[in-house]
């Protein structure tokens, strides 16, 4: 359903309910239903629904089932409800809900594409078919349900404001940007709410960007990083706002998301850092499009080109409509209708880099796996084994032989490679030919998966050629499987502990065993405490040491569940199940691959635990030789420090509190010699006072002081001259790269009772010098970025004043 | 002209947008759904740029090609689109489902 002049949010949250072969049509259109009149309180009367034209069973479901008023039960056609991937693949009918903001204008003329009156909130897709090459749908055997429904639509719905900008998902930023200003969101035109929006929702989504891994660059997510970045700034600039202020926007993002969303708070110094960066780089080049700019003009041209305004648009972040003043200032005109088209071409590429999920590729692997079935794996009893080749791809195509330097998959009759699945991951090793004590051909297996039963062993060939039928010498490397074997038993032992130690009901969410460390998630509604972790990591130990045999035996499911074995909350499993025991300890239905006896792992330590979404934890945690590594990383650390201190190990924690507590005291004093040396130099320009009848006042220069010891300065003039005085105070402050200018006004209050206001009177002042500001009627301050400005902004200062108290 | 967009207050509950996503993904727990963790925004298949929407994740189960511990899962995903950058902010809400 896209389309039109609509607004957008990038960013948004889509909450879903997936059926994988599971429920269908029916029960997800009566659930979708509950939830949204019973649950949200939704009135049917303002639900409206749609149907794709030839779906009968959706719509005889909404009339029969639901009882919804067929005048409001809408047939659509293709384009609106009927969901593919792409030409071929797995596609369906949808049905979508709307909300009907104006239910009284009736069910005669409902054309749900009014967005005045509809908004659509909650789409079901009945993924029921198969596209074939030939263009015929066909039945999929396991039907699906996917479905979205818009988090901040329903928010919008929910909370009685006007769209999702106002909702209290995103409002607090808009907030926060408009009170950098000193505007209100409520009384500006709709140019300047645009802007609000526009800093609201890009800084969510940079927030998430960044915390997920992008960094700002010329290529792919880092583009779209950069672009929402720098439409930040430039939204920022309409509104009036000349300093770096992203990271202020970005802090309250992430107050807001940080409990859905942990890792937020887990990353932020690094989003902040980022925002910050990349700010400021921007911020750079903007300046250098204004000379651009300037040189253009000053070379006479007859009009400014469309290239050369999306140029400035593009790369250095100009508004066309900044471009397009600065030009009629000059006389001069800009071709629109050349920097649109150069617009439509950049949308069109990014259109095309974005807009579809295709669920069509299908590699050569998945059709030689369809022809060959599933592949016996024998790696439980042995690590070694004899196998037949039975299929070769090579750089994604199939072929008959491979040869040295081929990137390969190769799929075997039989294998002793454990493929990745069930939360660990799958071998390594080597596949070769040897005859006679002679190699002739080595490949190197580094990644092992299973598609549909098949094992698919993922390596390099080393040396030789190997062929379709070859017969193979097959080798999982033993200290690799060896760390893994201990990895997934210690992750069995490590979920017994929690139940014992932290809480009965605690249940997997989700596991990784891998060679180097185990990652174990649960259901927990709040963080284990650090004695807690303490607790589980001894009784882990403990039952290390008490040598635990562990039996491994296959069983009815249901004889398994009986026995109190414990499966993956919904997991499909075979009639018959692998169940691993540690006598007395645990019984997990598993697959993995498990020591003999617990002894084997040696030691278990935790090394993190960290909350990864709401109410799922996380534990990462190394057993076995594995500790080695990690020892050896603190052991580092410690050392380095010990010798950066000069002390034992025992001591760097004081020094190191010692350090922070020295910081503290030098950074006090410091700024209060900065603040001295401020106010001497004021005292200076006492002298400097002029009289205009009863006032007394100060405007001058002052250099080389921090902005909080110039505001200190202002005043302390202001008091040593009486309440009938005012002071302007400006200069380049300290520890600058010269390009910078602060300013402070100082009012007493016979001058405010004259009508004067400090913030409003500094503010043009700070304009000339290529900045703004704000305060009080009693005091205010502000920054610019021009030097050179500054003595004629103070000769106009002086003109203000001496207008205005005439 | 302008019309007005508002749903009535009276009528329905002014939810927040956390008790909102708390709320659908316990309705769906309640029913046997399995509640996963929000992917990232940079996904595992090569053929998106972003997470652009909540079944992206799940792509590979749809397929078959990856089996999945459960039969019924919720998620309250994160995603970007930006296909239509130019018009953030321009009218009252995206319309960008499927």
Redesign the interface.
């Known amino acids: 359903?896209?389309?039109r002049?609509?607004?957008?949010?990038?960013?948004?949250?889509?909450?879903?309910?997936?059926?994988?072969?599971?429920?269908f049509k029916k029960q997800a259109i009566q659930?979708a239903w509950e939830?949204s009149t019973s649950?949200?309180?939704?009135?049917p009367k303002?639900l409206a629904v749609s149907v794709f034209r030839e779906d009968q069973e959706a719509e005889d479901i909404w009339r029969d089932v639901i009882g919804v008023d067929p005048s409001r039960i809408i047939r659509m056609n293709e384009a609106d409800n009927f969901?593919s991937s792409g030409p071929t693949?797995?596609c369906g009918p949808?049905s979508?809900l709307y909300?009907d903001?104006?239910p009284e204008l009736g069910n005669q003329k409902i054309d749900l594409e009014d967005?005045?009156?509809f908004?659509?909130f909650y789409?079901l897709?009945f993924?029921q078919y198969n596209r074939d090459a030939q263009g015929n749908l066909e039945s999929l055997a396991?039907c699906?349900i996917?479905?979205?429904?818009?988090?901040?639509?329903?928010?919008?719905?929910?909370?009685?404001?006007?769209?999702?900008?106002e909702?209290?998902?995103i409002f607090p930023l808009l907030e926060k940007a408009a009170s950098l200003v000193n505007i209100d969101y409520y009384k500006i035109d709709e140019k300047d709410?645009?802007?609000?929006?526009?800093i609201g929702?890009?800084t969510r989504?940079c927030v998430?960007?960044i915390s997920?891994?992008?960094i700002a660059s010329n290529l792919?997510?880092g583009y779209?990083l950069r672009?929402?970045l720098r439409?930040v700034v430039r939204h920022g600039r309409l509104l009036g706002i000349q300093q770096p202020f992203i990271i202020q926007i970005a802090e309250v993002a992430i107050e807001l998301m940080k409990?859905?969303?942990p890792q937020l708070n887990q990353n932020r110094e690094k989003i902040l850092k980022e925002l910050q960066r990349e700010e400021l780089r921007f911020l750079d080049t903007l300046e250098r499009g204004e000379q651009l700019l300037a040189d253009l003009i000053a070379s006479n041209p007859k009009e400014i080109s469309g290239k050369k305004a999306f140029e400035l648009y593009d790369t250095y972040g100009f508004p066309v409509e900044l471009t397009q003043e600065i030009a009629v200032e000059n006389s001069l005109t800009v071709d629109l209708m050349g920097f649109h088209s150069a617009?439509d071409e950049q949308?069109q590429r990014?259109?095309d880099?974005?807009?579809?999920?295709?669920?069509t590729?299908q590699d050569a692997i998945?059709k030689v796996v369809d022809e060959l079935g599933e592949t016996t794996f024998q790696g439980y009893q042995s690590l070694d084994h004899s196998s037949e080749v039975q299929a070769i791809v090579v750089n994604g195509v199939s072929s008959n032989k491979c040869t040295i330097g081929d990137q390969v998959d190769l799929v075997l009759d039989t294998t002793t490679f454990y493929g990745e699945?069930g939360g660990q991951i799958g071998d390594r090793g080597t596949i070769s030919i040897v005859s006679s004590d002679k190699i002739n051909c080595l490949i190197d297996i580094h990644a092992v998966r299973r598609?549909?039963g098949a094992f698919v062993h993922s390596g390099i060939v080393q040396s030789g050629i190997l062929q379709l039928g070859d017969t193979v010498r097959i080798s999982v490397d033993r200290f690799s499987r060896r760390c893994i074997r201990s990895n997934h038993t210690a992750t069995h032992l490590l979920q017994s502990a929690l139940k014992k130690v932290v809480d009965s009901n605690i249940s997997q969410?989700?596991s990784l065993v891998s060679f180097d460390r185990l990652r174990f998630d649960f259901?927990c509604s709040r963080p284990i405490k650090v004695d807690e972790l303490r607790e589980v990591e001894k009784l882990i130990n403990s039952w290390i040491s008490n040598d635990y045999s562990l039996i491994v035996s296959e069983m009815p499911i249901n004889e398994a569940k009986s026995a109190g074995a414990i499966a993956?909350?919904?997991?499909?499993y075979e009639e018959v199940v692998r169940v691993v025991t540690i006598p007395g300890v645990s019984m997990e239905l598993c697959g993995g691959t498990h020591v003999a006896n617990t002894s084997e792992i040696g030691l278990f330590k935790i090394v993190s635990e960290i909350g990864?979404?709401?109410?799922?934890r996380r534990i990462e945690a190394i057993s076995g030789q594995g500790i080695l590594g990690y020892l050896n990383d603190c052991d580092l650390v410690v050392k380095t420090l010990s010798e950066r201190f000069k002390a034992q190990s025992t001591e760097i924690v004081d020094r190191v509190i010692g350090l922070q507590d020295e910081v503290k005291t030098l950074t006090k004093s410091l700024e209060k010699a900065h603040v001295e040396v401020a106010s001497s130099k004021a005292l200076l320009l006492l002298s400097k006072a002029s009289s205009l009848g009863e006032t007394q006042y100060i405007i001058e220069r002052l250099d080389g002081v921090t902005g909080d010891a110039m505001q200190s300065a202002a005043k302390l003039l202001v008091h040593k001259l009486g309440i009938n005085s005012a002071v302007v105070l400006a200069g380049i402050p300290e520890l600058s790269d010269g390009k910078k200018v602060i300013l402070a006004t100082a009012f007493g209050s016979e001058i405010i009772n004259k009508g004067l206001h400090a913030g409003k009177f500094l503010n043009p002042i700070a304009k000339l010098c290529g900045g703004g500001g704000g305060g009080r009627p009693n005091y205010a301050q502000a920054g610019g970025r021009d030097p050179k400005a500054l003595d004629s902004a103070l000769v106009f200062a002086k003109d203000q004043l001496v207008k205005l108290l005439d | 002209m302008e019309?007005?967009?508002?749903?009535?207050?009276s009528?329905?509950?002014?939810?927040?947008?956390?008790e909102?996503?708390?709320?659908?993904?316990k309705?769906?727990e309640e029913?046997?759904?399995?509640?996963?963790?929000?992917a990232?925004?940079?996904p595992k298949?090569p053929?998106?740029?972003?997470t652009?929407?909540?079944?992206?994740p799940?792509?590979p189960?749809?397929?078959?090609?990856e089996?999945?511990?459960?039969?019924?899962?919720?998620?309250?995903?994160?995603?970007?689109?930006?296909?239509?950058?130019?018009?953030?902010?321009?009218?009252?809400?995206?319309?960008?489902?499927?």
């Open positions: 359903m896209l389309g002049q609509q607004g957008t949010i990038l960013f948004f949250e889509m909450l879903g309910n997936f059926s994988f072969g599971d429920y659930w939830l649950v949200f309180g939704l009135d303002n969901w693949g797995p949808c979508e909300y903001f104006h967005d005045s009156r908004i659509e789409n897709v993924m396991n699906n996917d479905t979205g429904l818009g988090l901040e639509r329903m928010a919008q719905i929910l909370q009685g404001v006007a769209n999702n900008y909702t209290d998902l709410q645009i802007s609000l929006k526009v929702d890009h989504a998430h960007l997920d891994g992008v792919g997510r779209i672009r929402l439409r409990i859905s969303y617009m949308r990014a259109k880099a974005v807009s579809t999920i295709d669920l590729l998945d699945g598609v549909k969410a989700g259901h993956m909350f919904g997991e499909k990864i979404a709401a109410g799922i | 019309v007005e967009r508002v749903s009535p207050k009528s329905i509950k002014a939810l927040t947008g956390e909102i996503r708390a709320t659908f993904l309705f769906y029913r046997g759904h399995q509640i996963m963790p929000s990232s925004l940079v298949d053929t998106v740029l972003l652009i929407a909540g079944m992206l799940f792509k189960v749809f397929l078959g090609q089996a999945i511990a459960s039969p019924r899962v919720t998620t309250s995903q994160k995603c970007i689109r930006t296909n239509d950058i130019e018009n953030v902010g321009k009218t009252a809400r995206h319309h960008t489902f499927f």
